[in-house]
């Protein structure tokens, strides 16, 4: 039996007139794989996956044989009782299994299912362009005829969307959101990462880049093991606030940064609640900020309260409190996990922000914003963005963010800071 468990870390104490409360929420699960939460169990009937490969004319070649290979790995990776079907994608999308007569869209997977998707992969071949929204069109239609709680994309592409109006795109996103989490990979330098990342993030999953096809197999795998962990199929993330109050926004951050602020749905007139995707054995870390109206010093109010549901059932809970002191010892205080995760979410828009003013031109904004990611990787702790930034940038002074734009960089370089901008270090404990 999964169970959550919500621990909040803040400075209560608000000084005179003060209004705004921030806190992060550490929210834990603990034996999600051994549980039937949802109706997902790992390897169970109550779990559905689809692997989407882009079969277009840009993957000819090494792209499209280490794909079909990758393909293959992840249907070995797949438990016998899944549900699960492949899709090719181009300027079209295609149900390559089950084969396309077949009476049923999806199957459970079984030694001769494997077999036989493995023989379907084995005959995709590249051609035509690139039309991501009837893949995930084609992945929708598949995951509605299966009464299945937990329901998993994985999408792969090496370029970019070029195949349809980006109105098109953006319309199908917002039409499958909710319906299924999709964890997308671009192979190459040719496809865009901000064209996945805002399907990733709608979705609820993850974007990333694999730089070598030969590397494609290794991800795939990687990312259904992870899939089929996922014991618990849906969670909401709660927030209760007092009356005359405004929850100013509620953001995961960490293991990576993720504003969930956008997907707001209301529960009743003071709750508010935050869809966060599947769970395995994992720690999440959220932070939540709230004003409140402001009350004489001495005064004492509950902010927030911060729970973790399962379906209709609130499995755990964390309280958000609010003191009012003149005692300025109290008040200038900063909760360190608090301002490590604030530097983390900077340091993303920052190295984002900063790569996208690289790529129009204006080097002045460029050497600004990641002069500041400098700064901020070195601040928080987060050696391996300083690392990816260090590749685009010669470092003067870490500690002021001063920092020269490198010539030539090599663009899988800027694709994999991009990609890793949002993934976070957690805050050092005692």
Known sequence: MA????????NEFLSDGATDVHAVVSV???GAGSTADAGAQPGAAGVAEIVAVDTSGSMQGRNMDAAKHAAAVAVDQIPDGTLFAIIGGSHVATRIFPYPNARVPMVAMEPGARTEAKRAISTMAAGGGTAISSWLRLADDLFATVPVAQKHLILLTDGKNESEP???LDRMIADVTGHFQCDARGVGDRWVVEELRKISTALLGTVDLIARPEDIAEDFAALVRKSMARGVASVDLRVWAPQGSEVLFVKQVAPEVDDLTGRRTQVNALTSAYPTGAWADETREY????RVPAKPVGSEQLAARVQVAVGDEVTASGLVKAKWSDDSTLTARISPEVAHYTGQAELASAIQEGLAAKASGDEATATVKLGRAVQLAAETGNDEATSRLRKIVEVENEEEGTVRLKRNTAKLDE???DTASTKTTRVRRA
């Open 3 to 10: 169970e959550f468990s919500a621990e909040v870390f803040q």
């Open 166 to 168: 980006t109105m098109h």
């Open 28 to 30: 834990t699960c603990t």
């Open 287 to 290: 932070h939540v900020a709230v």
């Open 415 to 417: 694709m994999a800071l």
